[in-house]
């Protein structure tokens, strides 16, 4: 067992048990308790990251029963928030024609002070409603799908588990699909590299022309930084043409590479890092996609035109805060978002294989550079369970499935032969992070003053406060929260 999944599990012990008083008056699961009184119920099982999680799971036991109760109740809870969600949006929708009649019948009598109040309050429920259709849409489904997998590592890792040491003891692992990992950078994972490179030069002056591609982060240390990382990844990869690499401004906690070795990593990603191995993770995925040519096979199933179609429309609420769908108008409001959405559902992240494929080489890449693999579980684990769903939401929606990504990804690492000592933090890292810190308030001082640019017509309003995850905060809390009022209106 490696020393971070020991150190893991050693806390996890040690929580069991201050867990427990609460987390059994937490769960609502129905039936008898079979479990022994120190040990965690299913239901706060499920709370806790992934990484916990595997190495957890082993030593626990849920009868079948546990799990089918949980199963339904995750599936009666969904249901549930996204209808209040859905009713919330359609109450909010209500009010706003209420705000328009009144705005009409009134007309010229309202005095300037009034009209200016009604145009906040449209404006902000519109805002609100279009933040509850993303959230019954998007936000919850995925919170719930999350939840079903880390049931499904319960009740499954065990046995896959045991499984997987078999294959290890045999020597089996050795034949899985590029299981020859000390070919790496001599083995052909897929022929013709250097055709996508035209391919990605092309997208990119496309992006730039739209005015899609959000600036670059004005800090040359950052990005020499993140430049020395990547490129010492791709020096360990299978990827035969030069990484460029360039880090944008912008609070989408996101990475993606175009076609042809061009790597984009977005502000968010630096700051939801909290180790360069988990920084790694990420980079070492996206240059893995290149390296397999994903977005070369994608793009000839979604034609750039089509791409561009989309991404004209980003640029069009943009632009012009013109009408556009409910998750888009929601998205720009909180900073650059259109961007991940646009390239990964078209470019890459549409075949789930695809992906799967990007974690088992990203994890073989971030290994062979010397980084500890596991990183790559604790940023997927943190981006699922602890940011914003919304904030993370284009690069969730566009990694599915959860389950059998985490636990495909924990069989790599296994399979992976254990390096003496790996890369976990390094001192540049934190000297990233002090340079990033001020960039980033400064970052987010403007984007508050940006919506206004971006979709609002009516100036000085107070926006209303917005429906976000917090750190730690369950999704039955959130489902259970207050609908909020839209401020701002007098
Ligand atoms: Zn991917």
Redesign the pocket.
């Given at each position: 067992m490696r020393e971070r999944l020991r150190r893991l599990l050693s806390v996890v012990v040690g929580w069991t048990l201050v867990l427990a008083p609460w987390s059994t008056a937490l769960s609502q699961t129905p039936g008898p308790q079979t479990q022994a009184p120190a040990q965690l119920t299913l239901h706060a099982a499920l709370q806790l990251p992934y990484e916990q999680l595997f190495a957890l799971a082993p030593t626990l036991s849920f009868p079948s029963s546990a799990f089918k109760s949980e199963r339904s109740m995750l599936q009666k809870g969904e249901t549930a928030c996204r209808r209040r969600f859905k009713a919330d949006a359609k109450d909010y929708a209500k009010q706003i024609e209420q705000a328009r009649k009144q705005l009409k019948a009134q007309g010229s009598r309202l005095s300037n002070l009034d009209r200016h109040n009604l145009h906040c309050r449209i404006q902000n429920l519109d805002l609100l409603r279009s933040e509850a259709e993303v959230l019954a849409g998007q936000g919850i489904p995925t919170a719930y799908d999350n939840l079903a997998a880390k049931l499904d590592l319960l009740q499954y890792w065990p046995a896959q588990y045991a499984q997987a040491r078999r294959e290890l003891a045999s020597g089996v692992y050795r034949q899985r699909r590029w299981g020859d990992v000390q070919d790496i950078g001599f083995r052909q994972i897929a022929a013709g590299q250097p055709d996508d490179i035209k391919r990605g030069q092309q997208a990119i002056e496309e992006l730039r022309r739209s005015r899609l591609l959000p600036p670059d982060l004005p800090n040359a240390d950052i990005q020499r930084y993140v430049n020395e990382i990547a490129q010492r990844i791709a020096r360990n990869s299978d990827l035969k043409i030069p990484l460029h690499v360039v880090v944008l401004q912008s609070r989408e906690v996101n990475a993606f590479a175009l076609p042809g070795g061009y790597l984009f990593v977005e502000r968010g990603v630096l700051e939801e890092a909290d180790d360069e191995a988990e920084l790694a993770g990420v980079i070492a995925?996206?240059i893995a996609?290149d390296a397999a040519r994903h977005g070369a096979k994608l793009m000839k199933r979604a034609t750039i035109a089509g791409i561009f179609y989309q991404a004209a429309q980003v640029a069009a609420v943009l632009l012009t805060g013109g009408v556009a769908g409910a998750g888009l108008y929601y998205a720009l409001q909180y900073g650059f978002y259109g961007l991940g959405l646009v390239i990964?559902l078209n470019l890459?992240?549409v075949s789930r294989d695809?992906?799967l494929q990007?974690?088992q080489l990203g994890i073989q890449y971030a290994w062979k550079a010397g980084y500890d693999p596991e990183g790559f579980i604790l940023f997927f684990d943190k981006m699922a369970t602890k940011a914003g769903y919304i904030k993370g939401v284009s690069w969730f929606r566009?990694?599915p499935p959860f389950y059998t990504r985490m636990v495909n990804a924990q069989r790599e690492i296994m399979f992976l032969p254990a390096h003496k000592q790996s890369i976990v933090q390094t001192s540049q890292f934190l000297e990233m992070k002090q340079r990033l810190a001020p960039i980033t308030a400064a970052a987010e001082r403007e984007d508050e003053d940006k919506p206004s640019l971006l979709i609002s017509r009516e100036e000085g309003c107070t926006p209303p406060r917005k429906i976000e995850y917090q750190p730690g905060q369950s999704v039955e809390q959130l489902c259970a929260g207050a609908q909020t009022a839209p401020a701002g209106t007098r």
């Open positions: 995925h996206e996609h990964n890459l992240g695809f992906e990007a974690d566009t990694h």
